[in-house]
């Protein structure tokens, strides 16, 4: 899908965001909507293709991405991923004085390891946990957690924000947005897992069985609310 650029002025920031998955290419994508000059950066540079019609610059090298970015969002499978392309010698010096974005799926400690690397480096460090699907992405709902410095975030806030317009800031810990991740998908799968375990319960007795599912659900939605 081809995206159309308007002719509004571009942002201020420039934007390279290193890996280009499912959640990677419409972070991406928004970023363009939303008017920013966006670099982009993947192993297979193929997957850049809709990108570049869109507007996006391809890096041919994740050095080239960082060295022409204000901000770099980093969303990949792990942070261990992240920090193999990120955490050289050759990166750090390119990336003193810019703001790292991590959005990757990862721990509270790889947080504050990654956020031990960019302070020794001179480099902002925000860490990011997305509670939405790709398709939920740019919305004014759509849920993120942050953390890390007070003054990173501020900086990078707007461009988070067109990421998803429900930015909870969680405090300077960078651990903290990965553990509030944690908190809330084991409550919320918990709460999946007791659903269906319930409904199992119900459907148990012969004489049940017809009737208990609807009625079940028809319970659990008035608990809900």
Known sequence: MVIKR????MKKEKIAVIGLGDMGAVLASTLLK???EVKVWNRTPEKAKALIEAGAILAN???E??????????CLTNYEAGRK??????IAKVMHGKLLIELSTGTPKDARDNEAWTRKNGIGYIDGAILATPSQMGRPETPIFVSGAKADFERSEEVIKALGGSV???????GAAATWDFGFLSCMFGAMLGFFMGLRFSRQREFLRNSSGACFCKLHRHWVK
């Open 34 to 36: 939303a008017d920013y």
């Open 85 to 90: 392309l990120l955490q050289t010698d050759e």
């Open 65 to 74: 991405a960082v060295n022409a970015s204000d901000i770099v969002i980093v």
């Open 61 to 63: 090298h994740v050095k």
């Open 168 to 174: 909870q800031f969680m405090g300077e810990d960078a």
């Open 6 to 9: 308007n002719k509004r002025k």
